[in-house]
């Protein structure tokens, strides 16, 4: 059974640009979470979809977006990147119980 | 809201010695709490999970916890360190949210350095 996949694995970007990640979960899982990893805030949750409908959201700008399509493939998008937005996000997926992350994705802002 | 608190950053074994990483819950109803791991530049891999079955959990590659409601704590142990245990840990608890999903609040990670 294949893991969740994240694309790309690594992004650079400039500020002011925008950027989109996308994850796709463990085949049957319909629980979509992307998380925010950094060395100073540590891992910080973004939100949450479930049959294409954000079920939460975390404490973000709403610079922050994402969205989940029929297939519970998600993307998240960040709008306006800015230096601080540099990290890894993470998305795990989840059918009751324990989620499962992927590998992530390393944006880089410069 | 609930939360969790790994006490040291980092900590240091000689292979073959014993590990303990410390976890700490918060919770005002019966948590259920996961410990992670995370090596470079990867996602992070379950270890182990407690769902209120047995207090005793048994995960991958020799970890186990105890869940010590007393105590409110959920430490991580290993009877012998191997050098590729060397990685971050996390320990998590799982937030019930009113829009009927969940999320997982994290510890700040425990550092684990294998020497030999």
């Known amino acids: 059974k294949a893991g969740v996949t994240q694309t790309p694995r690594y992004l650079i970007k400039t500020r002011g640009q925008q950027v989109t990640l996308s994850c796709s979960p463990i085949?049957?899982?319909?629980?979509v979470s992307w998380y925010q990893q950094t060395p100073g805030q540590g891992l910080q949750f973004l939100f949450e979809y479930f049959s294409e409908t954000q079920r939460n959201k975390g404490n973000f700008p709403g610079r922050f977006s994402g969205r989940q399509f029929s297939n519970s493939r998600s993307e998240m998008n960040v709008s306006t990147l800015e230096l601080g937005d540099s990290a890894l996000y993470l998305c795990?997926?989840?059918?009751?119980?324990?989620?499962?992350f992927g590998q992530g994705t390393r944006l880089t802002v410069v | 809201a609930q939360s969790v608190t790994q006490l040291g950053s980092h900590v240091s074994v000689s292979e073959g010695a014993l590990v303990l990483l410390r976890c700490n819950y918060s919770s005002s109803v019966p948590p259920y709490l996961f410990w992670y791991v995370q090596y470079p530049n990867q996602g992070l891999q379950l270890l182990l999970k407690?769902?209120?079955?047995?207090?005793l959990v048994k995960g991958i590659n020799g970890f186990e916890a105890e869940f010590k409601k007393s105590e409110t704590s959920f430490h991580l142990t290993k009877p012998s360190a191997h050098m590729s245990d060397a990685a971050e840990y996390f320990c998590a608890v799982s937030d019930l949210l009113t829009g009927g999903g969940n999320k997982l609040t994290f510890g700040t990670g425990t550092q684990l350095k294998v020497e030999l």
């Open positions: 795990a997926s989840r059918l009751t119980g324990e989620a499962f």
């Open positions: 407690y769902t209120s079955a047995a207090t």
């Open positions: 085949s049957g899982h319909r629980s």
